[in-house]
């Protein structure tokens, strides 16, 4: 297996899930630029099909960004609650919303520093909204997937998002950070899995330093 120290080794494990997995885009279902942002908000320790089965009656409840500011928690709250942590949700949701409306006219800022500024909106929220809404890469998207197979592709060593971007940064070329996250979310899923990983069949089975396939 090859030592993962060089560009080398991230371009083909790029070329690889891409030819495999082809034209990517968040999974998350949403119709208005800033419902995306409170579906990320929801995937918070919860799954995207979980979100995506709650999102459909939230925004036909909260049809506008005005909404969503004026809403009771409590009302929020019933109809997020399955995604877990729905206090803190409802909090952030409505948060956001009113300072979206009073900070930056009611339209998502294009930049990292901006959207963070806003409630429930951390760095992995702001790189999903850039790559998706805007297609702008200021960095890569590190959720519980990504971090996963970080380590098993020997990518980096850190536990803390911030620095495994740091380090994915590095490793990819720029042109790749807009859907590498994306491969790595979808490959996680299928084969590459927490309690058990596929091996025989994944499309790196060959390249990857964790590889049982031998």
Avoid at 57 to 83: H, V
Avoid at 99 to 128: C, H, M
Wanted: proline residues 4%.
């Amino acid at each position: 297996m090859p030592k993962p120290k060089t560009k080398e080794y991230t371009n083909q494990i790029y070329s690889i899930l891409e030819n495999y997995f082809g034209k990517v885009s968040c999974p998350l279902h949403y119709t208005k630029d800033y419902e995306l942002c409170i579906a990320v908000i929801l995937s918070a320790q919860c799954t995207d099909d979980r979100v995506n089965l709650v999102t459909p009656a939230l925004f036909e409840k909260f049809k506008t960004l005005e909404s969503f500011a004026n809403a009771k928690l409590t009302d929020i709250e019933k109809l997020i609650f399955s995604t877990g942590f729905y206090k803190n949700k409802s909090k952030s949701i409505r948060g956001f919303a009113e300072k979206l409306i009073s900070d930056f006219d009611s339209k998502l800022p294009k930049t990292i520093e901006e959207l963070t500024s806003l409630p429930g909106v951390g760095r992995k929220t702001a790189n999903v909204i850039l790559n998706e809404i805007f297609q702008i890469s200021e960095g890569v998207v590190v959720d519980t997937h990504v971090k996963r197979l970080s380590g098993v592709w020997k990518l980096t060593k850190e536990k803390d998002p911030v620095k495994i971007e740091k380090d994915l940064m590095k490793k990819f070329d720029y042109t790749h950070w807009l859907n590498i996250s994306l491969y790595m979310v979808f490959l996680g899923r299928k084969f590459c899995k927490a309690h058990k990983t596929e091996c025989d069949f994944c499309p790196l089975n060959q390249i990857c330093p964790s590889s049982l396939v031998k």
